[in-house]
């Protein structure tokens, strides 16, 4: 993790409006409201520096929950306006809040995710795969749907970020083999342990009382100091045996092992440390070494002898004489210390109670404490968390009150509502702009309750107001292209045979032949007419079943581009002609007739002349 001072912004960048930090290309404090994997992939690549999710757990249930207060007309008239002002339907009633939790592949999973996690990450693959053998296709499909999100974290994560994941015993198995597979079981951290309760009424088996937190970070550390918590009250009983005027201490050594020559082997009243092999070793640093200069000592650790240590602390009373003459001891007091550092088993955060007055209704609700540990322990002021599971905004909101930046993304309106209650309770008011809704809402905003709170800007967006990328998407990270154990090796060094790349071969064809689908014709736009690239993927005339094994597979005479939609119909299953006929029975193409569509023999001959030039200047070697 970065050191803190090269990491924090002062207190007026962090209450800019809409700011936008480092390579992120969305601003501070953004809902965005809508599909989540659309919006992870218009993230740029490496922006985020902590994301922690609460996603849904595999239950196969569908939690319900009353918001408190209810939901009141005029919020509820404002997230229809919302809703409206984006272009689609509040799908929300005024009364429950669900969270749907029951998983299947038709309903939840796109056939191009699982062809796109088949064809570039067979160890994703390879997961799904065993837990549609080991569990059932419902859960393989609940790991299908994560694993197109946890792809995406993973590129947009910076290579010095965090990732927390909270599940509990339906799926943890299987979303840890998942994480292993997508960001590496050599980036596993801890599965902490959540004590959600303390007791359940579970008659016939073990009571199920608590959840899981699955870290993973590419650096092994956190920021202890920020996390400590008290002592374990027996760890205290026997450890800390002493007590005196000064409170309780335990006795720790002045020395350490090995004879030195200076000032740390010298004797210091009568006690040579030598005479045991073992030299002066007098705290200077650390935590108990400020508590000392903060609050006994002045100037302390500035004292460079550590003879002259020695005399300070002895003076004020912090050295323990051995009546048998013994080697001085260093008393180390309770009051030292902020505490220990948070083991894997989290006892002392307990779930929110049916009284909390943090409580929202929603029925998956967490604690504001338990979000604000794992945001205080792998990140600093003024980085920027991301969760894309916002619900009731409890990651949003710890983010807020640790002076962090955020985005959070929800498919429910209802996040909205949510969120500005959660800043009224922490005494803040939440001033929004959308991009256009603002001056709609404004009359109904103006019937909601006055409040002199402090006023923090942010930005709501729809799914009509995708974020603008400024970069491109990376190649498939190659530990997760490894093929499977037993799977029969390629002799290239890449899965690509062409000649030439892959991406210099989109821009050929799109340069030449326009930047539409060659088996529908379409050309795609963005709301705001800009094309977008991304969209048009590179794929084979002829299907690879019809080519496997041969040389030219990947040859520009062999390539097309494809809308992702065609791209998914074709698959490997269909050539280019047998795709541009089924789009034609059934009405999907964009053009009068088949023969208005990209010329193939036309394509055949550019391809040509493109290869001849490519391997005068470079060769025959393919890339």
Not at 88 to 111: A, C, F, K, M, Y
Not at 174 to 203: C, E, K, P
Not at 220 to 245: H, Q
């Amino acid at each position: 993790m970065p050191q803190r001072d090269s990491m924090a912004v002062s207190a007026n960048r962090m209450e800019s409006k809409g700011e936008i930090m480092g390579n992120l290309n969305v601003a501070n404090r953004t809902l965005a409201i809508m599909d989540n994997l659309a919006f992870l992939r218009r993230l740029n690549n490496e922006c985020i520096d902590l994301i922690a999710i609460d996603p849904p757990f595999a239950a196969n249930e569908t939690f319900t929950g009353n918001p408190r207060p209810p939901i009141s007309d005029a919020e509820y008239a404002e997230e229809i306006a919302l809703a409206q002002a984006h272009g689609v339907e509040h799908n929300e009633g005024q009364g429950l809040t669900r969270v749907h939790d029951i998983w299947s592949w038709d309903e939840d999973v796109h056939p191009q995710w699982k062809m796109r996690i088949e064809d570039d990450y067979p160890s994703v693959h390879a997961v799904i795969q065993a837990v549609e053998a080991c569990a059932s296709e419902n859960e393989a499909a609940y790991i299908a749907f994560m694993a197109s999100r946890l792809l995406e974290c993973r590129r947009v994560l910076k290579p010095t970020g965090s990732i927390y994941v909270h599940c509990d015993g339906h799926a943890n198995s299987y979303l840890r083999m998942l994480l292993d597979a997508v960001f590496g079981a050599d980036s596993y951290r801890a599965q902490i342990t959540w004590q959600r309760t303390s007791a359940h009424n579970d008659s016939r088996t073990f009571g199920n009382v608590s959840d899981t937190i699955l870290f993973y970070s590419r650096q092994n550390r956190i920021n202890v100091n920020d996390v400590r918590v008290p002592l374990d009250s027996e760890y205290v009983e026997r450890f800390y045996r002493f007590e005196d005027e000064g409170g309780k201490y335990q006795l720790g050594d002045l020395t350490a092992a090995g004879v030195r020559r200076g000032e740390t082997g010298d004797p210091w009243r009568g006690n040579d440390p030598n005479r045991n092999e073992r030299h002066w070793a007098v705290p200077m640093t650390g935590l108990y070494a400020a508590w000392i200069e903060e609050t006994v000592i002045p100037g302390y650790r500035s004292i460079s002898s550590p003879l002259a240590r020695l005399d300070a602390l002895d003076k004020a009373g912090l050295i323990y004489h051995p009546a048998d003459g013994g080697m001085p001891r260093l008393k180390r007091y309770i009051t030292g210390y902020s505490g220990q550092v948070p083991s894997d088993m989290w006892t002392d955060i307990r779930n929110l109670s049916g009284q909390s007055a943090e409580r929202t209704g929603y029925a998956t609700q967490k604690p504001l404490e338990l979000y604000e540990r794992i945001i205080k322990a792998s990140s600093n002021p003024g980085d920027v968390v991301l969760d894309v599971f916002a619900g009731c905004a409890t990651t949003a909101v710890a983010a807020e009150r640790l002076g962090r930046q955020w985005i959070a993304c929800d498919m429910a309106y209802r996040a909205w509502t949510m969120l500005k209650r959660r800043f009224l309770q922490n005494g803040w008011k939440m001033s929004d702009t959308t991009n256009a809704s603002y001056d709609a809402m404004a009359r109904v905003r103006a019937a909601l309750p006055d409040t002199k709170a402090k006023t923090i800007h942010t930005h709501t967006i729809g799914p009509d107001e995708l974020p603008e990328r400024d970069d491109v998407d990376p190649e498939p990270h190659h530990a997760l292209r490894q093929p499977r154990r037993g799977a029969r090796q390629s002799t290239q060094s890449s899965s690509w045979s062409g000649r030439i790349p892959k991406d210099e071969a989109k821009r050929l064809l799109m340069d030449r032949f326009g930047p539409r689908c060659w088996g529908c014709g379409y050309e795609p736009r963005r709301p705001n007419g800009s094309l977008d690239e991304t969209l048009l993927e590179v794929d084979h005339i002829r299907a690879r079943r019809a080519t496997q094994g041969t040389q030219g597979n990947d040859e520009l005479y062999n390539l097309a581009l494809l809308h992702r939609t065609c791209n998914g119909i074709k698959r490997n299953r269909m050539t280019l002609e047998e795709l541009r006929n089924h789009n034609a029975m059934n009405g999907l193409l964009y053009v009068e007739k088949v023969s208005d569509l990209v010329d193939l023999y036309e394509a055949t001959q550019f391809a040509a002349e493109q290869i001849a030039i490519h391997t005068a200047r470079y060769g025959l070697q393919t890339v």
